[in-house]
């Protein structure tokens, strides 16, 4: 059932009443917004849950780059720029943050966000100027939802990866790279179907995933590049109807002299509107990325596991206690909080897709909530890469004589004397080695007529990685 949300600014006893092309509508006296926001507070109850603060922050950065774009076009007058773009400031400062209650589950265009801006812009506007700034016609202007949505979501999630996600991959990867480079020496079992295998280094195996982080990031990168581009001017459908010419042109100007990133005018306005390609791409990556992390969680899980009954190669920082029966347990939070946020990440991104085909002829009619979970997976991957490097990767100690014991165990370091014995002969030596716990070494001895020393090189761990 859909949840009552909260009223909003102002008391609900006391109300003003405000007209749109409907009628009229009450609305809190104190609040800054008109009647389509509290149209849009009324009739969409779903969550509670208003669109997120980075993707608001973009659209009022969208609307303050149109208005210098709409002065400079001659679209509206220089002072009423002026105080569209004090409003903007206002609002980016945070001063206003409880006037923006839209929640997520709205109309598909968006259109409901975008008025709410346009309606608390168009009030702080004009208490500024002293005389009315009205909301579509000024604040709006050159404008519609339908070109302002799309692009907001790309500023956004541009923004966020620069500032929170790509910093935080960067951190992960030098930590690991870090702490494997203290464990040159170190040489453990291997293993593939979570099976004994050859031996490698705890080197070679944190390279492994500070690979995998950056490979993923790299492919975050390159999704980033479309979302570089913008729709802005291209209005209801594409074509930019009631945009001056130069419009484009002077936005891309604004907006990157506003938030120092490097956009640039859509090649094609009406793919821009219609689809969500850019965004299910940079979805896709985020994926990949999550996947990435994910792996490496579930790693540090089963190396940490124990510490007496299983692998015990790791011991995990001690960060809580791990049971309210049990005492003395501890287990590994961080990786598993960050297995949760991965497999989120990994479901936003099953629904961006399903939004992302959602484009109807020259709209897409679900892009609340791919602003949404877009805004949701960068979150949660900066997070969760920042708790693996600092709670769990940075201060994780090595069992080395649980690895080096195991390692002497290990009957798979017979595959090294394969070409000297055959597969079949080797298969036999592991076999009756692990039948009698007994070291392959020592079977190999009895079983070929290899020297000791020989057998010594060939089967020594350092030299098989």
Request: hydrophobic residues 45%.
């Amino acid at each position: 059932m859909p949840t009552e949300p909260d009223a909003g600014a102002g008391n609900a006893s006391e109300t003003r009443e405000e007209r749109d092309s409907l009628g009229s509508v009450a609305v809190p006296r104190d609040a800054l917004w008109g009647a389509q926001t509290q149209r849009a507070i009324d009739n969409f109850r779903y969550t509670g849950d208003p669109m997120p603060t980075a993707f608001l922050r973009a659209v009022v950065q969208i609307k303050a780059a149109a208005a210098r774009a709409n002065a400079r076009a001659g679209a509206i007058a220089d002072a009423v720029a002026d105080a569209i773009v004090s409003a903007c400031d206002q609002v980016l400062s945070g001063a206003h943050d409880d006037q923006f209650p839209v929640e997520v589950f709205q109309t598909g265009s968006g259109t409901s966000t975008n008025m709410n801006v346009n309606e608390v812009l168009a009030t702080l506007a004009s208490r500024a100027l002293g005389s009315a700034v009205h909301p579509n016609d000024q604040v709006n202007a050159s404008q519609s939802s339908n070109d302002v949505i799309p692009s907001a979501i790309h500023v956004s999630a541009v923004d966020r990866a620069h500032a929170e996600l790509l910093p935080a991959l960067e951190h992960l990867a030098e930590t690991i790279r870090h702490r494997a480079a203290e464990q040159s020496e170190v040489v453990k079992t291997g293993r593939t179907h979570l099976m004994d295998a050859m031996p490698l280094s705890l080197e070679q195996e944190f390279e492994g995933w500070a690979a995998q982080v950056d490979g993923a990031a790299a492919a975050i990168r390159a999704a980033l590049y479309d979302c570089h581009a913008l729709p802005q001017g291209g209005t209801a459908v594409g074509t930019g109807i009631n945009t001056p010419p130069a419009f484009t042109a002077h936005f891309i100007e604004a907006i990157n002299a506003r938030t120092g990133l490097d956009f640039r005018g859509a090649d094609n306005r009406f793919a821009g509107l219609a689809s969500q390609d850019a965004a299910v791409g940079l979805s896709g990556a985020l994926k990949r990325q999550a996947v990435a992390l994910l792996k490496i969680a579930n790693d540090l899980r089963w190396m940490n596991s124990g510490p007496l009954a299983g692998l015990g190669e790791i011991a995990l920082p001690a960060l809580q206690p791990g049971s309210s029966i049990m005492p003395g347990k501890v287990n590994p939070v961080v990786p598993e909080a960050v297995a949760m946020a991965c497999a989120q990440v990994i479901g936003n991104d099953t629904a961006i897709t399903v939004a992302g085909q959602s484009g109807n002829f020259q709209l897409n009619v679900m892009l609340p909530l791919v602003a949404r979970n877009l805004l949701e997976s960068i979150r949660l991957l900066g997070a969760s890469a920042r708790a693996l490097a600092d709670q769990a990767i940075a201060g994780l100690t090595v069992n080395r004589d649980r690895l080096e014991a195991a390692l002497g165990r290990n009957p798979i370091l017979v595959t090294a004397l394969n070409q000297r014995i055959g597969y079949d002969a080797a298969a036999q030596i592991a076999k009756q080695a692990y039948a009698e716990g007994r070291p392959v070494i020592d079977v190999a001895v009895e079983r070929t007529d290899l020297r000791r020393e020989e057998l010594e090189r060939l089967l020594d761990p350092r030299q098989l990685i």
